[in-house]
């Protein structure tokens, strides 16, 4: 089955303190995985995307296949961090690709 | 460049009615998805277009339909509206076929009372 999971629906850093927002995934093909993120108010936008091996915003993700993890961390979260993160697989459908979404999980940076 | 456009923003209907979403894509992309995030949840895909057929389908019912005109804007269609249909409807454009960057509208909240 194709999957995504952020076991953490809320997670609640101090500025200044590193932060870790899991994601595991399952499928069977080869994965193409990102990060989006929603900001208060404001459509869902990409954060990561694997292929790119970026650094946006100081965030960063590696992808694992070994343990399928697709973790997004940070050194030193900072109160505009604070938002709705999502995980997402790019699945091979039909010759075309569609996002499967983990629920997201809650960054709340406090000062 | 012109992002992705949705309209309407909000909509309130009553159950067994029939609803029209419309997305713009954005400026040079082919390729519209579909997904529906109900309150909590990460978003779901119902369907893609590419070159104004339809790509691919999510598991929703036949009562949600879709269209994407030449110019590559599109709408979503759902009959015989449902409670459960109470959601946020998200559009997103992509050049092409296969795994490019999906970028998203605004959405539209739909009321289904």
């Known amino acids: 089955a194709q999957r995504v999971t952020q076991p953490e629906k809320l997670l609640s850093v101090f500025k200044g303190a590193p932060v870790e927002l899991k994601c595991n995934y399952s499928?069977?093909?080869?994965?193409?995985l990102f990060w989006y993120v929603q900001y208060s108010r404001q459509r869902l936008q990409l954060l990561l995307r694997?292929?790119s091996r970026e650094s946006i915003k100081g965030f960063t993700a590696d992808l694992n296949k070994g343990e399928t993890s697709f973790h997004l961390k940070k050194p030193f979260a900072q109160e505009e961090d604070s938002a709705m993160y999502y995980c997402?697989?790019?699945?091979?459908?039909?010759?075309?690709?569609?996002?499967?979404f983990g629920q997201g999980t809650e960054l709340s940076v406090k000062p | 460049e012109t992002g992705v456009t949705q309209s309407p923003t909000h909509l309130i209907k009553t159950r067994g009615q029939q609803v029209t979403l419309r997305c713009s894509s954005q400026?040079?992309?082919?390729?519209v998805s579909w997904y529906q995030q109900a309150l909590g949840q990460g978003p779901q895909f119902i369907f893609q277009?590419?070159?104004?057929?339809?790509?691919g389908r999510g598991n929703f019912p036949p009562r949600f339909s879709g269209l994407q005109f030449p110019n590559y804007s599109s709408e979503l269609n759902v009959n015989a509206l449902e409670l459960d249909d109470s959601a946020l409807y998200l559009c997103?454009?992509?050049?092409?076929?296969?795994?490019?960057?999906?970028?998203f509208g605004p959405g539209t909240r739909l009321t289904v009372l």
């Open positions: 400026s040079g992309h082919n390729t």
């Open positions: 694997h292929i």
């Open positions: 277009y590419y070159r104004e057929e339809e790509n």
């Open positions: 499928y069977s093909g080869s994965p193409e």
């Open positions: 997103a454009s992509s050049l092409g076929l296969l795994r490019n960057t999906q970028y």
């Open positions: 997402a697989l790019s699945a091979i459908y039909n010759q075309g690709g569609k996002l499967i």
